[in-house]
């Protein structure tokens, strides 16, 4: 059996509080989950609840208190090399135009000038801006912003795509335009894909299977629903058929509760 592209075992996370020296915070417990080569996973949950912090584990960024973390069968041991991370906050360098932007990770790398440029002009064309990479990220749009971070991601050609909210600050119908396109490169690809939403949506939507956590602390799995919707899928039309609204009110169903504990938990926070 081929090994999954994400392993995570028993993973628990426990952090020092900063608002209260000597306590300890437990962000995610005893959390099994896996992520096959080729398939796309989603993870939603209450915010606060760990979701990030997991997507951090398998970038290799956070070190599990316990747990352990494998990548295609091998422990990972610092920071995950065959994963590309596409952040929620901006990750374009002010300083620098689309085009190099996109370069930057292969010249990091010590690909030559001329290949990489010729990599990332092609990434540019394959995210519609082709005629836009002399453009600073002061002059792109957030859509189109977005589109150059998905580019510099997938211009390293990682195994593993990790994306933590990467439409949340989009309007509407750039976020569902900025949906397809990562289905259609996804298809193309087909490159493992762990991906945290708060919205249930685009979780479905997407993905062929989706992954419960509890509200905090001590987050953990409350579900696990495959997504048995056929692909190719346009993230607006599958919206208003029977199978998705099915499966929605399924996982709201599990999700409801622990959406209300964690919204109680940030007022009392507040």
Request: charged content about 20%; aromatic content about 6%.
């Amino acid at each position: 059996m081929t090994s999954p592209a994400i392993d995570l075992q028993g993973v628990s996370c426990t952090f020092i509080s900063k608002d209260k020296p000597g306590q300890r915070y437990t962000a995610v417990q005893n959390v099994t989950l896996t992520v096959g080569a080729g398939e796309f996973v989603s993870v939603v949950g209450p915010t606060g609840c760990g979701k990030s912090t997991l997507l951090n584990v398998a970038a290799g960024l956070l070190a599990p208190s316990t747990g352990s973390v494998q990548v295609f069968g091998q422990p990972l041991r610092g920071i995950n090399t065959r994963a590309g991370y596409m952040f929620q906050t901006e990750s374009l360098m002010p300083w620098r135009t689309a085009l190099d932007n996109v370069m930057a990770g292969l010249s990091f790398r010590g690909t030559p000038e001329a290949q990489a440029r010729a990599q990332a002009e092609d990434w540019l064309r394959r995210v519609g801006l082709g005629s836009f990479g002399d453009r600073y990220p002061h002059q792109m749009s957030g859509g189109m912003r977005k589109r150059a971070s998905l580019a510099q991601t997938l211009v390293l050609d990682p195994d593993i795509i990790l994306m933590d909210e990467p439409f949340s600050a989009l309007d509407i119908q750039t976020r569902q335009l900025m949906e397809n396109e990562v289905l259609d490169l996804w298809t193309a690809k087909k490159k493992a894909v762990l991906f945290i939403t708060h919205d249930l949506d685009e979780a479905i939507a997407m993905s062929d299977r989706v992954v419960v956590l509890s509200a905090g602390p001590a987050s953990h799995p409350i579900g696990e629903f495959a997504i048995d919707i056929p692909r190719p899928r346009d993230v607006a039309e599958i919206k208003t058929s029977a199978r998705f609204v099915e499966l929605h009110a399924a996982i709201w169903a599990v999700m409801r509760e622990e959406v209300l504990k964690g919204y109680q938990q940030q007022l009392k926070a507040a």
